[in-house]
């Protein structure tokens, strides 16, 4: 059975409200929502099939487009490849130019709507931002939680609270302490045994590679509502967080660094093909910060994790 390339973008507007559509009945997983698009033809690539399929669906012009991810999908009776771009500049009012509902929704809102299964880890991207930032190690709890309230403060949206040392009294009181701060404001995502879940039910859960090998076959340990990550090195462990359901991974180290000196790094090309083979939203990280994001793109990833680059403290 050939994959069906399919081009669709995440169209986002002034406001940051995304535009979806809705199948029409009579349509393969007809009567969902989905990211406009359409199917990719022999002789084109995919930014021109992109253009003119929105040109012909919503009569738009597409100024400013970038990567945003790939997802191979298997339907009982189908195979797809969607290659999702970011559309965040356009010229026209888009319309249902061959009938079909359109809605403007918020990020936070696209959970509310039935997509094809294909298009979950596209609602995923589009709800994450393109920065993940990991908090240092070493630091008192007041300078911590003061990090934490600049970084958010700067815009920073999702956030792992690191936990070097293990999964200490002092550590859950942290994340009490820093689940406050981000309320309504970012994502935190906790580290720590899977029976804490209940206890954070705002946090998101990032679970370390030897938790991913130890659990993977038990599947998703959290409902959909609430986000799960995973911290990956190689195809084994992406095909693991694959496994498990995660929403999205980290990936590293793409460049040496001064947490990890011994560990190997993957280097850009190697990362690009792993992200290839993978159809969950990657954070690059290991040497990389804002300067490499664009690269990141490029490369296939959802954007750039890390420590010293988005701390606010620049003595970390």
């Known amino acids: 059975m050939k994959r069906v390339h399919v081009a669709a973008a995440v169209i986002r507007d002034s406001n940051g409200k995304i535009l979806i559509a809705r199948r029409a009945d009579t349509q393969h997983q007809g009567g969902l929502w989905e ?3 359409g199917k990719v033809e022999d002789d084109e690539s995919v930014e021109t099939a992109l253009a003119r399929e929105l040109h012909e669906e919503l009569g738009i012009v597409v100024n400013t487009a970038r990567p945003m ?24 009012d888009p319309h249902g130019a061959e009938g079909q509902p359109l809605a403007w929704v918020t990020a936070r809102e696209l959970v509310d709507y039935d997509f094809p299964a294909a298009n979950q880890p596209i609602v995923a991207a589009a709800r994450l931002p393109g920065e993940y930032l990991i908090t240092p190690e070493g630091l008192e709890t007041p300078a911590l939680l003061r990090g934490i309230q600049k970084a958010i403060a700067g815009g920073i949206k999702l956030i792992q609270l690191r936990a070097p040392n293990g999964y200490d009294p002092q550590y859950r009181d942290l994340a009490v302490d820093a689940a406050g701060l981000c309320a309504g404001k970012a994502q935190l995502m906790i580290k720590g045994p899977f029976e804490w879940l209940g206890d954070f039910p705002s946090a998101g859960w990032h679970i370390t590679s030897t938790q ?10 959290l409902p959909a509502s609430r986000w799960l990550a995973a911290s990956c090195h190689n195809a084994e462990e992406l095909a693991l967080a694959e496994q498990m359901g995660v929403d999205f991974v980290t990936l590293s180290p793409v460049q040496p660094t001064q947490t990890h000196p011994n560990a190997l790094p993957l280097g850009w090309e190697q990362a690009s093909t792993l992200i290839e083979g993978f159809s969950k939203p990657v954070f690059l990280l290991g040497g990389v910060g804002p300067a490499e994001r664009q690269k990141a793109w490029e490369a296939g990833a959802q954007g750039v994790a890390g420590i010293r680059a988005f701390w606010p403290d620049s003595s970390v």
């Open 35 to 37: 990211f406009p698009g």
């Open 69 to 92: 991810i790939k997802v191979r999908h298997d339907y009982p009776d189908k195979q797809v490849l969607l290659d999702v771009w970011e559309v965040s500049a356009f010229t026209g």
């Open 212 to 221: 991913l090998r130890k659990y993977a076959a038990a599947g998703r340990p």
